[in-house]
């Protein structure tokens, strides 16, 4: 499977982004999948993640402002972010777990798209 990730921009804090993360090569359907973020000289975190069944899990400062979503029939995965703050600004990539295991464990997930950069001025 291979993942090409969308939708980055500079967005002033309080407004919302749409990322999008294609799979090809791969009918989704099953896998998990994963948004994560990396900002400048911190690690990679986890952000959001939905399995085949749908069932979704966030980590606690997205929660309320994040939502993941799937679009089997586009084999797309979009992350919708509202009310964002200047401590969401980093470089997203979404990732694939053919597994189905819907971890926050970056280690779980064998596949990543190429990230796409979102700036949240103040």
């Known amino acids: 499977v291979q993942l090409q990730a969308s939708g980055g921009g500079l967005v002033q804090a309080g407004g919302s982004l749409r990322l999008s993360c294609v799979l090809t090569?791969?009918?989704?359907?099953?896998?998990?999948v994963a948004w994560f973020r990396q900002a400048s000289g911190k690690e990679r975190e986890f952000v959001a993640a939905?399995?085949?069944?749908?069932?979704?899990t966030y980590i606690d400062s997205v929660k309320g402002r994040f939502t993941i979503s799937r679009d089997n029939a586009k084999d797309t995965v979009y992350l919708h972010m509202n009310s964002l703050k200047p401590d969401d600004t980093a470089v997203y990539y979404c990732?694939?777990?053919?597994?189905?295991?819907?971890?926050?464990?970056?280690?779980?997930?064998?596949?990543w798209g190429q990230g796409t950069l979102v700036t949240v001025s103040s």
């Open positions: 990732a694939s777990d053919m597994y189905d295991r819907g971890s926050s464990n970056l280690r779980r997930y064998a596949s």
């Open positions: 090569q791969r009918t989704i359907g099953r896998e998990s």
């Open positions: 939905i399995r085949g069944s749908g069932a979704t």
